[in-house]
């Protein structure tokens, strides 16, 4: 069997102490290679999902009898959108312990199948009554999303309406019911209520679990811009050039220089061509104020 690379760091005995009872059926070395194998899913199955898949399945080949090893099989098949498999696996870690803990995610996995009616169904189910506070909402989110996904809208909000949802006090689901809430009215156009609902679910979020904030961004028209990314279309544009007093001045005695220099070059072309000009001029003139001269008598003539 091809076994993944697993820190030093990681001993095993990060696992819960009911998961290490569990384990103490196997062999001490395989115990401790199975319970480092589920330290990994657990490490890796939010960041990094498929890696998480890959560990829970050696750790289900090392040991497939121990329940734990199956659930956390389970949940790192749901993770990664394999949900039948994921159905499967829930389903032998529950025959397993008899525990009615999974319900809420054995029904969502329906969900995640195509099957929100067999969802629903489950939600009404007796072993519903036997979850504790944290799995009756959650399963109250699986009910409410399965009615979404039959197209009841208004039954969803309704599904959701409960006293968990009016209470002020902050429990882990706090922030998750409030914003399925929210969602839920902005399906069916109360969009001021939905808004008002976002707030108090991103006020009850201390850990991040859902987006309230950009959802309340959405609402209020405000757009984020990643000021870290630049598109080739986002290049800064050239700033305008400031001319400052003095290159004023400067390009202002050039200006004048210039027409001084055009002006001089001027007159010295009008000299030039004068003298030309009066040449041409003064024959004329002497032509014209020297008077004819007689024709002379000849003097043989008498």
């Known amino acids: 069997m091809k076994?993944?690379?697993?820190?030093d760091d990681v001993t095993g005995d990060e696992i819960d102490a009911d998961v290490r009872q569990e384990l103490m059926?196997?062999?001490?070395?395989?115990?401790?290679?199975?319970?480092?194998?589920?330290?990994?899913?657990?490490?890796?199955?939010?960041?990094?999902?498929?890696?998480?898949?890959?560990?829970?399945?050696?750790?289900?080949?090392?040991?497939?009898?121990?329940?734990?090893?199956?659930?956390?099989?389970?949940?790192?098949s749901y993770?990664?959108?394999?949900?039948?498999?994921?159905?499967?696996?829930?389903?032998?870690?529950?025959?397993?312990?008899?525990s009615v803990e999974l319900w809420p995610v054995m029904a969502d996995c329906e969900r995640g199948m195509g099957r929100p009616e067999r969802a629903l169904a489950m939600a009404g189910e007796p072993e519903v009554n036997k979850l504790d506070k944290a799995g009756q909402v959650e399963m109250r989110l699986?009910?409410?999303?399965?009615?979404?996904?039959?197209?009841?809208?208004?039954?969803?909000?309704?599904?959701?309406?409960?006293?968990?949802?009016?209470?002020?006090?902050?429990?882990?689901?706090?922030a998750r019911l409030r914003y399925a809430y929210a969602d839920a009215l902005l399906e069916v156009g109360r969009e001021a209520e939905a808004r008002e609902w976002f707030a108090k679910a991103l006020e009850a979020d201390q850990g991040g679990q859902t987006d309230a904030s950009d959802r309340l961004a959405e609402l209020d028209g405000v757009e984020f811009t990643d000021a870290l990314v630049e598109s080739d279309d986002d290049e800064p544009a050239e700033e305008p050039?400031?001319?400052?007093?003095?290159?004023?001045?400067?390009?202002?005695?050039?200006?004048?220089?210039?027409?001084?220099?055009?002006?001089?070059?001027?007159?010295?072309?009008?000299?030039?061509?004068?003298?030309?000009?009066e040449a041409a001029e003064k024959p004329a003139e002497e032509s014209a104020e020297k008077p004819a001269e007689a024709p002379k008598a000849d003097d043989d003539k008498s």
Not at 3 to 7: A, V
Not at 46 to 67: F, K, T
Not at 84 to 92: C, G, M, V
Not at 251 to 257: G, L, N, P, S, T
């Open 142 to 174: 699986v009910a409410a999303g399965a009615r979404k996904d039959m197209g009841q809208a208004d039954a969803a909000v309704v599904t959701l309406q409960s006293p968990e949802l009016a209470s002020n006090s902050v429990q882990p689901w706090t």
């Open 25 to 76: 059926s196997l062999p001490k070395g395989l115990a401790e290679e199975v319970a480092r194998n589920l330290v990994m899913v657990a490490n890796l199955l939010d960041e990094d999902p498929e890696q998480a898949y890959a560990y829970s399945r050696i750790a289900l080949r090392l040991a497939s009898r121990v329940a734990a090893v199956r659930e956390a099989a389970g949940f790192a």
């Open 79 to 98: 993770a990664t959108g394999k949900y039948s498999e994921a159905l499967a696996e829930f389903r032998a870690a529950r025959r397993m312990t008899g």
């Open 3 to 7: 076994r993944l690379p697993i820190p």
């Open 241 to 277: 050039a400031v001319e400052t007093a003095v290159e004023a001045e400067a390009d202002a005695e050039a200006e004048v220089k210039t027409e001084a220099e055009t002006g001089v070059k001027a007159e010295a072309t009008e000299a030039a061509e004068k003298p030309d000009e």
